[in-house]
């Protein structure tokens, strides 16, 4: 879908994504939005008003997409990220949550093969495949949309070419221009630099975003 003055829907938070779907069905986007705070009110007050002026059918189709990402067990890009992030949002659960959380997860044999060197117990069962779809949808989403800003797009070239890279290629970068590439990452955008930071091992991303 073309997108005036080239905005990018998609560079939003995904909880802004959420929060301008609500405000669109119920129609109070210009009320709510005059009393935000924050340093995202202009960015989300301009896709507000990028949103209204779309064609009717333009606006249709990418507020049911919306809707289809809000439903989704896992936020769209997840698969993106590095296997250990996933790994260490599962390990924070009861391990009887484990084999629902990890039901059609994305790279599960990763995070499988992670969760096993990181905790002892042997292997994980597979019980979570008989529960109930819509339950196991419900957890996920719960569990997983914690890492939605890792998975948002990023928002310049430098970002888009670092998550173009090998793991390995990446973590070499990183290595040779340390904080000077955060910073110009922080200078292109909040969106290049968590989307780096989720292309990163989970234990390095952190620090990489507290630099």
């Known amino acids: 879908m073309t997108e005036r003055s080239g905005f990018g829907f998609n560079e939003l938070h995904a909880e802004e994504r959420g929060l301008l779907l609500g405000l669109s069905l119920l129609a109070t986007g210009d009320v709510v939005l005059s009393r935000l705070a924050g340093d995202r009110r202009e960015v989300l007050r301009d896709a507000w008003q990028v949103l209204r002026a779309l064609p009717r059918s333009g606006r249709a189709s990418l507020l049911a997409g919306w809707i289809v990402e809000t439903n989704a067990p896992f936020p ?11 790994a260490e949002v599962v390990a924070c659960e009861p391990a009887e949550l484990w084999p629902a959380l990890l039901c059609g997860l994305p790279g599960v044999q990763v995070v499988e093969s992670l969760l096993l060197e990181s905790h002892s117990g042997g292997a994980i069962a597979k019980a979570g495949e008989d529960w109930p779809a819509d339950s196991v949808a419900e957890l996920q989403r719960c569990v997983f ?14 970002g888009a070419g670092l998550c173009r890279l090998g793991c390995e290629e990446l973590l070499a970068e990183v290595a040779r221009r340390g904080a000077a590439l955060c910073q110009e990452l922080s200078a292109e955008g909040d969106a290049s630099l968590w989307a780096v930071a989720g292309r990163l091992p989970a234990t390095l991303g952190r620090q990489w975003l507290k630099w």
């Open 145 to 158: 949309s914690q890492l939605a800003s890792l998975c948002v797009a990023p928002s310049g070239p430098l």
């Open 76 to 86: 769209p890009g997840i698969e993106r990220l590095h296997p250990s992030w996933l």
